[in-house]
């Protein structure tokens, strides 16, 4: 078989890669043989899979699809009441495959043309408009005819709008967060100080999960240096301070 | 009262400061207080004029407004002075996206990836941003997708004035027909078309 030294992502998916296939073997869309086909897909997946590290996930479903499509000719039809073909809608079948092939195509000669266009009108150039606003007189004339309800309806919309960007705009500001670091400086600073604190009361205002996460973190880090000890106690935990830690705790700050 | 300035000076004048914006004829015909055929006329006197002149410019009517523009001719050395393509072409995977929106609009992602057979949320994502497309309400089948159409950037961009610009597309078994005449036989899906009708 000839050598692939075709790029899988030189496709726009399986539909193109399939036509590709089509068109090398010299066949018309309409007589396609499943089998011929099937296998010739098959075998270019294969041999991408073994040079690159994923094909997409859709060419895969295609070749499932092909794969399904070869087994049902080649298996001897099995007689069944009409009544008893569940109707799945989705069961591909030759035909699907060659109208989509045949609608992928019509589109893919589109572009073509599409792409044509393009070219030539990107060779033509133009010029932002002028700003005239300056020219413009820069009295706003204010209103003062009658106003009906859906004027006003349309003036509270744009204010509701108005103000809801801006709280967005708020919304977007982060919380400081903060650093395992500086949790374990201050968690061991608390703890040198008080000598012994449970984990929540350690919280000033009620924590939000990252906090929680690093604290608890920052706990076991220090336990992990021998600064704390801790106790299990009901649904908290006491912190208790480990006085011979006290000539390590430049250290333990520099941390 | 006739102004001293010719029709087509005053419309050259107008066109120069809109630029890409373009005016519409309906525009410039107020402008001028003059009627519509008669804007018409003047610009088509404008072109000719441009043509005959041999300056760098032409006037194109694209997504229905009329612009002032530089010749084909004169691009060449426009990208030398720029360095590159300075308004860049689409990608494969968005040109087939949006040429498939294009002639089937408006239209849910769904349909697209049906046709395509791939993903095309980040491409969608693109062409939105890029202007080329703009939701179109929701579909009012189950699940009230969301529905895409092209815009009138989509139509500058390509040079078009209208939609019905776009030119029909021929899909194979249509061509084919003639050959079934021939051999008798109506193709696979001329007769599954057929059964479904």
Known sequence: ?255 | MKPLLSYETIIESLLFVVGEEGMEVRALADTLDISEAAAREQLSKLEVSFKDSGRPFQLIESAGVYKLVTVPEVSEYIQRYVGTMAEQALSRAAMETLVIIAYKQPVTRADIEEVRGVKVERVIHTLLSKGLIESAGRAKTIGRAKLYQTTEHFLDHFGFNSLDELPPLTFEDELSDEGDLFFGQPSAIMQDRLENE
């Open chain 1, 1 to 255: 078989m000839e050598a692939y030294n075709v790029k899988i992502d030189t496709f726009e998916g399986p539909l193109d890669l399939l036509l590709h296939l089509i068109g090398k073997m010299e066949l018309d869309i309409a007589d396609i043989s499943v089998s011929e086909v099937t296998d010739q897909y098959v075998a270019f997946i294969r041999t991408m899979q073994k040079f690159e590290l994923d094909v997409a996930s859709e060419y895969l479903v295609m070749a499932a699809t092909l794969l399904q499509l070869k087994s049902k000719q080649l298996l001897p039809p099995v007689p069944v009441e009409e009544d008893d073909i569940p109707d799945f809608g989705e069961e591909p079948t030759r035909e699907g495959l060659i109208r989509q092939l045949i609608e992928y195509k019509a589109y893919k000669e589109a572009v073509v043309f599409m792409r044509e266009q393009e070219e030539s009108r990107l060779e033509l150039y133009s010029r932002p408009g002028e700003d005239l606003t300056r020219y413009m007189s820069d009295l706003v004339q204010p209103y003062d005819g009658p106003l009906n309800f859906s004027d006003l309806l349309h003036a509270y919309s744009k204010m509701v709008e108005r103000k809801r960007w801006k709280e967005r705009r708020k919304k977007t500001i982060k919380r400081e967060e903060r650093t395992l670091e500086e949790q374990m400086t201050r968690l061991h600073e608390h703890v040198s100080a008080e000598g012994t604190t449970s984990f929540f009361s350690f919280f000033e205002e009620r924590p939000d999960v990252s906090d929680l996460v690093v604290t608890f973190m920052a706990l076991l880090e220090l336990i992990k240096l021998r600064v704390v000890t801790t106790k299990q106690e009901e649904r908290d935990i006491q912190i208790s301070f480990v006085e011979s830690s006290k000539e390590r705790n430049e250290a333990v700050v520099v941390l």
